[in-house]
Nanobody, 123 residues
Framework: QLVESGGGAVQSGGSLRLSCTAS????????LTWFRQRPGQEREGVAG???????IYSDSARGRFTISRDNVKTTLNLEMNSLTPDDTATYYC???????????????????WGQGTQVTVSS
């Protein structure tokens, strides 16, 4: 199970920190990724981290967002800075067993999903 928190409303240029708390699976062995779905658009991968801590970012997230994991607390985080209205979306965390050995932004491979948390950025 994955449960997201930390979403909310913020003005353009602001920051938010999303968290995702996991339970029921061997967290440290899993790849974890943040996805988002903007209004009227398909879901997209934003940032991913594998079991070894290697990370991957989408072009829009690179340099502004930072993904991290805490295997002791079984928590995934996403620090988001310099937010713009284009970042307005429902953000989801997802997990899959790390059998590939690298992080992924491809949603079709993930089999555990959270319920989502809304982020709204106003101009």
């Amino acid at each position: 199970q994955l449960v997201e928190s930390g979403g909310g409303a913020v003005q353009s240029g602001g920051s938010l920190r999303l968290s995702c708390t996991a339970s029921g699976f061997y967290f440290s062995r899993y790849c974890l990724t943040w996805f988002r779905q903007r209004p009227g658009q398909e879901r997209e991968g934003v940032a991913g981290i594998d079991s070894q801590g290697h990370t991957i970012y989408s072009d829009s997230a690179r340099g502004r967002f930072t993904i991290s994991r805490d295997n002791v607390k079984t928590t995934l985080n996403l620090e988001m800075n310099s937010l713009t209205p284009d970042d307005t979306a429902t953000y989801y965390c997802a997990a899959m067993e790390d059998y590939r050995g690298h992080p992924s932004l491809s949603g079709g491979q993930f089999d555990i999903w959270g319920q989502g948390t809304q982020v709204t950025v106003s101009s």
